[in-house]
């Protein structure tokens, strides 16, 4: 080996060193992500789609496609430390492949989010109105429920307003009344029949603003966030696809040194 190539090894090992060490920093980074993503696609099967599945344009495996994007980055993650601190080049343009692959299914689950979000409001209301119609049918459990769910949990009766129900065909209705799961105060005390045409706030036992509004409101509150951070992290795998990328060709670079 010349002085030169020797100098110039010296300079090699140092930017392999760092670039390693930016990289580990990054693949910590990937693997929260990872984690944050995968407890998303938990909380949306587990609590959010209680809403989504009263929209006309629910898609159940969407739930699925983030808890599955999620544990694959934290595999990809796992092994991205692993091939960081063996240095080998092989390996690393194969994470740096990974992450470009994490990359586009980020970067579009987020354009989907966002394009879904956008149409919620008309799907909502198909959704609900549907769903009114199809309340208390004993074919239809699941709608049933899931309207009682987002009643009681928003505090809300009906679509537009507690009156829907009058007009709606499900089973066991007397005259001018709500399901229970509209009542703002105790069931069993609740008078949930033979109400007004017209009240407000706090004048009944029930809950008398609409829930078409809330549960969109609800909804964008919390896939639009979804989306831009889904969007954020996917150009964030830019990064850590270029520094894999550096250090596998720094690390090339170095051993050819070595051998010449």
């Known amino acids: ?53 009263l929209s006309s344009i629910y898609q159940p ?30 390996f690393l343009y194969l994470y740096c492949g990974f992450l470009a ?19 919620l409001e008309k799907g909502f209301r198909e959704g609900l109105n549907s769903g009114i119609d199809k309340y208390g049918m004993k074919d239809e459990g699941e709608i049933t429920k899931a309207f009682d769910e987002l009643q009681e949990k928003l505090h809300c009766c009906g679509i537009e307003s507690y009156t829907d129900w009058f007009k709606a065909p499900w089973e066991g209705n007397q005259t001018n009344a709500v399901p229970a799961s509209c009542c703002r105060v105790d069931k069993k005390k609740c008078q949930h029949s033979h109400l007004p045409t017209k009240a407000k706030a706090g004048e009944t036992d029930i809950n008398v603003q609409g829930c ?26 830019v990064l850590g696809a270029i520094l894999a990328g550096c250090l596998a060709k720094s690390i090339n670079k170095a051993k050819y040194e070595q051998m010449d």
């Open 1 to 53: 080996m010349t002085k030169g190539q020797y100098q110039s090894t010296l300079h090699t090992g140092p930017v392999v060193t760092c670039m390693k060490t930016l990289l580990m920093v990054f693949n910590f980074i990937f693997w929260v992500t990872g984690i944050v993503i995968l407890s998303i696609g938990i909380w949306t099967k587990v609590d959010l789609y209680k809403y989504l599945e």
């Open 61 to 90: 495996e969407a739930p699925y496609v983030l808890i599955g994007v999620g544990a694959v980055i934290v595999v990809i993650g796992s092994l991205g430390c692993c091939c960081t601190v063996k240095g080998n080049s092989f």
């Open 101 to 119: 692959l994490v990359f586009i299914v980020e970067l579009s689950a987020g354009i989907a989010l966002l394009v879904y979000k956008n149409k």
């Open 212 to 237: 078409h509004r809330l549960v969109v409101d609800f909804i964008n509150g919390n896939i639009g966030p979804i989306g831009g951070v889904a969007l954020g992290i996917s150009f964030f795998q």
